[in-house]
């Protein structure tokens, strides 16, 4: 069983960076595909990222919604059992719980195919 943390939401100007956190324990993290999702309020959570599990024969493969491409960034440390997002140009419309989950293949973009969640961190982005 897998427990993820987030942490490193809260409140930020339209413009700003943030970055939110996601640490993961009680499996072998470095067999996990990582990901990140959101749900804003009156809205169906959805994909924003994600990234691969540690292969040795190819590089680190990342996956990215369109509406965050070139601002946000995904990144893990297998060492620390964390997964970050790093927020740069945030908008408005990125305000959201943002939710880490992982999945012990290759689901990428596939939200259903994530085992396991975290409680989410909010992130709010001001006008």
């Known amino acids: 069983q897998v427990q993820l943390v987030e942490s490193g939401g809260g409140l930020v100007q339209a413009g700003g960076s943030l970055r939110v956190s996601c640490v993961a324990s009680?499996?072998?993290?470095?067999?996990?595909?990582m990901g990140w999702f959101r749900q804003a309020p009156g809205k169906e959570r959805e994909f924003v990222a994600a990234i691969g599990r540690r292969n040795p024969w190819s590089s680190q493969r990342t996956w990215y919604t369109d509406a965050v491409k070139g601002r946000f960034t995904i990144s893990r440390d297998n060492a620390q059992n964390t997964v970050y997002l790093q927020m740069n140009s945030l908008k408005p419309e990125d305000t959201a719980v943002y939710y880490c989950?992982?999945?012990?293949?290759?689901?990428?973009?596939?939200?259903?195919?994530?085992?396991?969640w975290g409680q989410g961190t909010q992130v709010t982005v001001s006008s």
């Open positions: 989950a992982a999945e012990d293949g290759a689901a990428g973009v596939v939200e259903s195919e994530y085992d396991y």
């Open positions: 009680g499996g072998t993290f470095s067999r996990y595909t």
